[in-house]
T-cell receptor
């Protein structure tokens, strides 16, 4: 079974530029998460989708971050314009989402963003 | 207030020895799940072990075991017979109201270094 795919793996941009990340979850997984992991910290949830609907985006900086999950499969996360403090690893995770309490989230390899 | 606290920024352990990584959590929800993840330098989050709040026995998975002390709200990870490949960041995470589709909340992590 293929895992969660993310691209690109690395991105370097200058501040005020735009950037987009792509995530393809495990086939059949209804729930998709985007996390931001700043160096030296644990992942912090940015947004959660259930199929193509947003469940939780309370911690998404909506003035510059946006995310969508068209057709309930792939998802893109965009930052526009980027700031220095956005330098982090962006992790995508998916879960079957059938409310099994023991079910873990499966993570992709992440996209490492450096904003100069 | 922090929901997950990992007080050890870094730990060293001799190869083949056992090591305990500490995790305390804070929740008023009677139903919750606790997870441990390993994050090697490659960046991917690897699921290790799960403990449900109603589980009577401590969880075990191979060389990993979870020392669950519900009254003290602690869920320490024990790695037995450490190997060089165990060197990584380790994160404790919690899902509250685990009958629902709630996301994981992570601690700041502990960096484990295994010495030959």
């Amino acid at each position: 079974e293929a895992g969660v795919a993310q691209s690109p793996r690395y991105k370097i941009i200058e501040k005020r530029q735009s950037v987009a990340f792509w995530c393809n979850p495990i086939s059949g997984h209804a729930t998709l998460y985007w996390y931001q992991q700043i160096l030296g910290q644990g992942p912090k949830l940015l947004i959660q989708f259930q199929n193509n609907g947003v469940v939780d985006d309370s911690q998404l900086p909506k003035d510059r971050f946006s995310a969508e999950r068209l057709k309930g499969v792939d998802s893109t996360l965009k930052i526009q314009p980027a700031k220095l403090e956005d330098s982090a690893v962006y992790l995508c995770a998916s879960r079957e989402g059938l409310a099994d309490p023991q079910e873990t989230q499966y993570f992709g390899p992440g996209t490492r963003l450096l904003v100069l | 207030a922090q929901k997950i606290t990992q007080t050890q920024p870094g730990m060293f352990v001799q190869e083949k020895e056992a090591v305990t990584l500490d995790c305390t959590y804070d929740t008023s929800d009677p139903s919750y799940g606790l997870f441990w993840y390993k994050q090697p330098s490659s960046g991917e989050m690897i699921f290790l072990i799960y403990q449900g709040s109603y589980d009577q026995q401590n969880a075990t998975e191979g060389r990993y075991s979870l020392n669950f002390q519900k009254a003290r709200k602690s869920a320490n990870l024990v790695i037995s017979a450490s190997q060089l490949g165990d060197s990584a960041m380790y994160f404790c995470a919690m899902r509250e109201a685990y009958s629902g589709n709630t996301p994981l909340v992570f601690g700041k992590g502990t960096r484990l270094s295994v010495i030959a």
